[in-house]
C-alpha cells in the first residue's frame, strides 16, 4: 500500500516551465512503477508518462514528448514531472499513480495504476 502526494502546481505563462513532485509513503515505494496523468475540465483523464521501476524505461503520450521529462529519485521516495515549453492546452489537474503491475504492453491504461493522489492544478496562461 502507498500513500501519494503531488505538489509543485501553478499558474505559469505559456513557455514556462514547471516541475510536479510526487512524494510516496511506504517503504517499498520503489517497487513501484508510477505513472502521471492529466485531467482538463470536462475531459476524460489522459495519460502524460510513466516510468518503469525496472530499468528506468519511461514512456511518454505524443503530446509531450520532448517537453516533459519524469525522473523519481527513490532516497526520497519522490517522482518527479519536468515540464517545459508549458502550452495552454497543458492546462489540467495533474494526479501521479503508482502500480505494482507491469506498465506493459499499454503504460497508459488507468486501470493499472492501483494508487492515485489528490492531484495538483496546473494552469498556463496564453
Known amino acids: 500500500h502507498v500513500q501519494l502526494l503531488e505538489s509543485g502546481g501553478g499558474l505559469v505563462q505559456a513557455g514556462g516551465s514547471l516541475t510536479l513532485s510526487c512524494a510516496g509513503s511506504g517503504r517499498t515505494f520503489s517497487n513501484y512503477n508510477m505513472g502521471w496523468f492529466r485531467q482538463a475540465p470536462g475531459e476524460e483523464r489522459e495519460f502524460v508518462g510513466a516510468y518503469s521501476h525496472s530499468g528506468g524505461m519511461t514512456y511518454y503520450a505524443d503530446s509531450v514528448k520532448g517537453r516533459f521529462t519524469i525522473s523519481r529519485d527513490n532516497t526520497v521516495n519522490t517522482v518527479y514531472l519536468q515540464m517545459n515549453s508549458l502550452k495552454p492546452e497543458d492546462t489540467a489537474v495533474y494526479y501521479c499513480?503508482?502500480?505494482?503491475?507491469?506498465?506493459?504492453?499499454?503504460?497508459?491504461?488507468?486501470?493499472?495504476?492501483?494508487?492515485w493522489g489528490q492531484g495538483t492544478q496546473v494552469t498556463v496562461s496564453s
Open positions: 499513480a503508482a502500480a505494482s503491475e507491469s506498465l506493459l504492453p499499454k503504460p497508459s491504461l488507468r486501470s493499472r495504476y492501483s494508487y
